[in-house]
């Protein structure tokens, strides 16, 4: 069975710092992509970056591009967000999904087949 969990949300304040993990397991697939969305009260879900198994390319939003870095480590089976000088609109609750794929690159576009539970993270000013 394919799990996610997502750990490492809080609240910080404008400016601050958080590294969100989404840690895996039961994949079945050698090749996959794993992106983080996220979702605001009363707003639809915005992909916010991906990355890829099979080559290691990464995507980012425009709204993270240059603040949010993805990684992943491959012995832990987890990977992570590193999320810089937040402010208040970052402040949804964050998911992590995984589809399988081994093509070139990522892409927030996919149909995602398996989600994490989310985790929350608040930004205050």
């Known amino acids: 069975e394919v799990q996610l969990v997502e750990s490492g949300g809080g609240l910080v304040q404008d400016g601050g710092s958080l590294r969100l993990s989404c840690a895996f397991s039961?994949?079945?697939?050698?090749?996959?992509?794993i992106a983080w969305f996220r979702q605001a009260p009363g707003k639809e879900r915005e992909g916010v970056s991906c990355?890829?198994?099979?080559?290691?390319?990464?995507y980012y939003g425009d709204s993270v591009k240059g603040r949010f870095t993805i990684s992943s480590d491959n012995a832990k089976n987890t990977v992570y967000l590193q999320m810089n000088s937040l402010k208040p609109e970052d402040t949804a609750v964050y998911y992590c999904?995984?589809?399988?794929?081994?093509?070139?690159?990522?892409?927030?576009?996919?149909?995602?087949?398996?989600w994490g539970q989310g985790t929350q993270v608040t930004v205050s000013s």
């Open positions: 999904a995984t589809e399988p794929y081994g093509g070139y690159g990522c892409s927030l576009l996919y149909e995602y087949l398996y």
């Open positions: 039961g994949f079945t697939f050698d090749d996959y992509v």
């Open positions: 990355i890829s198994s099979s080559d290691g390319l990464t």
